[in-house]
């Protein structure tokens, strides 16, 4: 089961369902679950065209997905991967949910992209069982999947989620508990930085970009892939950077707390460091 059908939720329920596994598909709003889907079926047509599936394995990978707002659903589920909110209260709550709905040999991962794994398992009666599984945006193209080992996570658990992975087509990389892990805590510092240099008018985000791009070889300019991102996303990594290290150089701009506050959350919205035609 994948709780939370937003960008990245589909995804995740989009590549296990087109390996085959039966994926369950949740969502609090039953307009996520809609939208979840019409995206992963845009997706799938999309690969039909570009003869990378056929129709029939596109067919095969709908009639593996169903939805449901009911978590009490994730009973009979081996595997489930929450992908909600970047927000500690809300996934704590949904993990004791988890703990108390599903078997006790149930693998229950997080999709975070920068809280800690062990605080989230402590609500847990099975912190052994529990881990982190953190796919990249956009997730049926991206290779990476970031394995983030809590404090308590077994060997065991661990070797069932790389090998899953591995089953996916994509390749894990073990990390260790620490804010941000390895990608957000390199990423994130640097898009905190495009936005101050926009913030402190020394560049349009347009150019900002252009120079990443153009400069550094990137295939994305840093705002750019903030919107891409959720600037919402952006800003609650940047908090949990800042409050985990205690350290100034992660001061999430205030600009992006401006754009957060105006509901500019990129793409998701329509409008973020670039206006888009939803
Ligand atoms: P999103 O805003 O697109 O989707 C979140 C979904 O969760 C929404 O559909 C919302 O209705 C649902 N939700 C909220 N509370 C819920 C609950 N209690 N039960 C069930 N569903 C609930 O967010 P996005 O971008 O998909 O991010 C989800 C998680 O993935 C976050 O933890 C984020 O940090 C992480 N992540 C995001 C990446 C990105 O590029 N956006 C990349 C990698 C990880």
Redesign the pocket.
Known sequence: MV?????????IAQVFAQTGFEVKL????EQ?LE??IATIEKNLSRSVKKERITEQEKSDTINNLTTTTN?EDAKDRDLVI??????MD??T??FSQLDEITPEHTILA??????PITEIAAVTNRPEKVIGM????PVPVMKLVEIIRGLATSDETYKTIEDATKSLNKTPVEVNDFPGFVSNRVLMPMINEAIYTVYEGVATPESVDEVMKLGMNHPMGPLTLAD???L??CL??MEVLYEGFGDSKYRPCPLLRKYVKAGW?GR?TGRGFYVYDN
């Not at 949740?26 to 709003?29: E, K, Q, R, V």
């Not at 929450?82 to 927000?87: L, Q, S």
Request: net charge neutral.
């Open positions: 709780i939370g059908a937003g960008q990245m939720g589909a995804g949740n969502d609090i709003a996520s939208k979840g978590i929450e992908a909600v909110v970047e927000n809300v996934k709550k949904v997080s999709n975070t992209s920068s809280l953190h796919f990249m945006n891409f991102i959720g919402d996303t609650y990594i959350l998701k």
